[in-house]
């Protein structure tokens, strides 16, 4: 099995289209490809076909099944976040309602999580000859490196090789590319194998 993972400098630095086109273009290119989010947060849901009825998964992870020509499941985002408060979000995990997490239990909460996440990945590694992860937020927030199942450790997981994606159109996208590395403990800069600039529209030569 081959995998990469797509972290961002932030979040919406273009992670999700990221990771959509380059599940589209492996496809064609008769790869059997995956995607994979270990915890999304939003209210958008799809629900799967052909998995008992009322198995739900981010939408984004189900646009991106569709474009890696493979049929959206449960293990391609196996824990989704539905915000229900400022301090409270119910969690779907491997598609079904499992129970709800706040901010105050939220360390303790996610051991469970992470176990079933680096699971549902296992199994899509298995299966596939690739898988291209998405990140969540940034890698580099320190204060949540410990439990972090997402994006480095995810990587540390699975030894995959990782890419900085980087909005440019947000500024300071080198400054973001370098703050971000440097804040990665040496463990996790060894896996950094790459940057994208996202919605670069200038002259490549200025660049």
Not at 46 to 56: D, I, L, P, R
Not at 66 to 86: D, F, I, R, Y
Not at 152 to 162: D, I, K, N, V
Request: proline share 4%.
């Amino acid at each position: 099995m081959a995998g990469l993972l797509g972290a961002g400098t932030t979040s919406d630095a273009g992670k999700s289209a990221v990771t959509t086109g380059l599940c589209r273009a492996l496809a064609r290119r008769g790869v059997k490809v995956a995607p994979y989010k270990a915890q999304n947060m939003s209210n958008n849901s799809m629900v799967c076909a052909g998995s008992g009825g009322g198995v739900e998964i981010g939408r984004a992870q189900w646009v991106q099944a569709l474009a890696a020509q493979a049929t959206p499941e449960a293990a391609m985002n196996p824990v989704l976040l539905k915000p229900g408060s400022e301090h409270r979000s119910h969690v779907v995990l491997m598609g079904r309602p499992w129970g709800a997490v706040s901010s105050s239990d939220w360390l303790d909460g996610r051991r469970a999580l992470a176990e079933a996440a680096h699971a549902a990945f296992d199994d899509l590694a298995a299966r596939y000859d690739v898988v291209i992860a998405e990140g969540a937020g940034s890698p580099a927030e320190i204060n949540l490196r410990a439990g972090d199942y997402v994006n480095m450790g995810l990587a540390q997981h699975a030894g995959l090789p990782t890419v900085v994606v980087g909005d440019i159109d947000r500024g300071g996208v080198f400054a973001a590319f370098l703050g971000t590395v440097a804040l990665l403990s040496p463990e996790d800069q060894a896996l950094v194998a790459g940057f994208v600039i996202n919605k670069f529209r200038g002259a490549q030569a200025l660049l």
